[in-house]
């Protein structure tokens, strides 16, 4: 995105420094790295980092108006209310595309946001190799508003661990040994000092939970949840698993209710011009004329699943429960990062921490995803080089 450290960056790349760099990720948790990890970074320029953080603000004026809790009610599906939820969640990200705007110029439009983790831990280690590995100028960080790989992980371990114990705080996942992000929850560990736990091996005794850490029955206290429960519900074999929407004596970190409200279901309420229009399909009276331009969307889905890129109007008949499905005004991603063998898109992942006290979250790192298929994410760009999760260095201005 900034002509003159791309030139550079290409110029000086090879295939034996680029081995030399993915050994050293691999070596973080050897056999854990499940998803590719791409060739190049992504440096972003001042201008750029600034629109998607002012678009940001915007929809945090959204969420933390005091109506937002009553109008994204019906975005938690009853099946999966959990009680106890908190004020607000620990935890945001938002998705930009690096798009193209009428004028042939870059732009940010959001693509979807989430009240839910995502590598948080993972990326302090992979962003500090990746700045190694890049050369990186020193006018360029991967963290926003001051921070850096110390204070940001003070933070993550203020809001995930706390004043507790970490021996009684657990990333909770459904079977986690098989998730292709388990690089980040042996970050985690790393990081924290708290223990991973499948939901099979979690023992409820009353309104108490416990996991075995050692062999020894140890009260869980608090949940750093990585449990996407789209996800729980496609699970087969999980046998007599315990219901995580009793009231349990547990804090949750974040509360699973916040991935629901935060979320797809949020987009039809905000208004910026790096946020693309967006409708419920049961509110629409009438449909675009021009469907092709927009993108059809299910609420409840995760990773992409279910989304139809080329909308007709047999795909609109076809949906029985319009109330849970989005219509997406569809944004052109910008073929923005040079490669040897064809140019790539980007999408940047900020992350945002809301720290107990803080009237608003703050944006504090990222993530990058680079691909040459129709989306963003792996099963789209099998057997592509150039593509993968990255990270995004920012311009400081």
């Given at each position: 995105m900034i002509k003159e450290i791309r030139e550079k960056f290409n110029a000086a790349f090879t295939k034996e420094k680029y081995d030399a760099y993915m050994q050293k990720i691999e070596a973080l948790h050897p056999g854990s790295l499940d998803f590719r990890n791409a060739e190049t970074p992504v440096f972003v320029p001042a201008d750029f980092t600034k629109n998607m953080l002012d678009a940001c603000e915007d929809i945090i004026d959204v969420i933390v108006d005091p109506q937002f809790n009553k109008i994204t009610e019906r975005g938690i599906p009853d099946n999966v209310k959990v009680p106890g939820e908190t004020n607000h969640p620990e935890f945001l990200v938002f998705d930009f595309g690096v798009c193209e705007n009428s004028e042939a110029g870059l732009e940010p439009q959001l693509i979807e946001m989430q009240g839910f983790p995502t590598l948080f831990a993972f990326q302090v280690f992979h962003s500090e190799l990746t700045a190694a590995y890049a050369n990186l100028p020193a006018n360029f960080s991967a963290y926003l508003n001051g921070y850096n790989k110390e204070s940001y992980t003070q933070l993550l371990k203020e809001?995930?661990?706390?004043?507790?114990?970490?021996?009684?705080?657990?990333?909770?996942?459904?079977?986690?040994?098989?998730?292709?992000?388990?690089?980040?929850?042996?970050?985690?560990?790393?990081?924290l000092g708290i223990k991973t736990v499948c939901l099979t091996k979690l023992i409820a005794e009353g309104n108490k939970l416990y996991y075995m850490n050692n062999g020894i029955k140890t009260p869980v206290k608090r949940i750093y949840n990585r449990v996407i429960f789209d996800d729980l519900q496609k699970q087969e074999g999980l046998g007599n698993v315990i219901d995580l929407t009793k009231p349990y004596d547990v804090e949750w970190v974040p509360h699973p209710n916040w991935f629901y409200r935060i979320s797809k279901f949020t987009l039809p309420y905000i208004i910026n011009p790096h946020v693309p229009q967006t409708y419920f399909l049961n509110e629409l009276k009438q449909m675009p004329g021009d469907l092709e331009n927009y993108v059809l969307k299910p609420l409840f889905s995760f990773a992409g699943m279910g989304v139809v890129i080329d909308v007709t109007q047999a795909d609109i008949d076809a949906v029985k429960d319009p109330e849970n499905w989005i219509l997406q005004k569809k944004v052109k991603y910008a073929d923005?990062?040079?490669?040897?063998?064809?140019?790539?898109?980007?999408?940047?992942?900020?992350?945002?921490?809301?720290?107990?006290?803080w009237l608003?979250?703050?944006?504090?790192?990222?993530?990058?995803?680079?691909?040459?298929?129709?989306?963003?994410?792996?099963?789209?760009?099998?057997?592509?080089?150039w593509v993968g999760g990255s990270v995004a260095f920012f311009e400081k201005g």
């Open positions: 809001i995930i661990v706390g004043d507790m114990d970490p021996e009684n705080v657990i990333l909770l996942e459904i079977f986690p040994e098989q998730q292709k992000t388990r690089i980040d929850f042996y970050c985690t560990e790393q990081l923005v990062i040079k490669t040897p063998d064809g140019n790539a898109k980007a999408e940047i992942r900020l992350f945002f921490f809301w720290k107990k006290g608003r979250p703050k944006a504090v790192h990222n993530l990058a995803r680079l691909s040459k298929g129709k989306m963003i994410g792996t099963r789209y760009n099998k057997n592509k080089e």
